[in-house]
């Protein structure tokens, strides 16, 4: 959806929240694409792992929360490096032109059912910042 959002201007939108989703590209998506088995997981999707720049040209205001509990899927490649949720690193979140970040301990996939987390994007959504 941020993609589909960063390069239609003319869809509507409101403040828009971003949750642990990898726009820079995914450290663990490229280790896994690195391995015939890996390939053939990610399928088309693959080369949307690289790292690449995020940015957000939209005038409504974006939110970012990513994750910084380090248990995951992706931990089973190896390490990864910085703060992460064990599948997405935080900085592989960050999108410039975003208003502001939320870092919650949390593992990736607990991003969705956090109470939290849910008490964080309520928050941004109506006020267009998470404190």
Do not use: K
């Not at 590209?25 to 391995?35: D, P, S, Y």
């Not at 053939?40 to 080369?47: E, I, K």
């Not at 931990?75 to 490096?81: F, N, V």
């Not at 593992?107 to 959504?125: C, E, G």
């Amino acid at each position: 959806m941020y993609d589909t959002l960063a390069r239609r201007p003319e869809l509507a939108s409101g403040h828009v929240v971003l949750l642990g989703a990898p726009v820079r590209g995914c450290h663990a998506g490229r280790r896994l694409a690195a391995r015939s088995l890996g390939r053939w997981l990610l399928g088309a999707c693959a080369g949307r792992w690289h790292e690449h720049e995020a940015r957000w040209p939209r005038r409504e205001p974006l939110g970012v929360i990513a994750g910084t509990l380090p248990l995951g899927l992706g931990r089973l490649l190896g390490a990864l490096p910085g703060d992460n949720d064990g599948v997405v690193c935080v900085a592989e979140t960050e999108v410039d032109g975003m208003v502001d970040q939320a870092l919650v301990r949390e593992a990736h996939s607990m991003l969705t059912v956090s109470s939290r987390v849910a008490a964080l994007i309520a928050q941004f959504l109506r006020s267009g910042h998470f404190a």
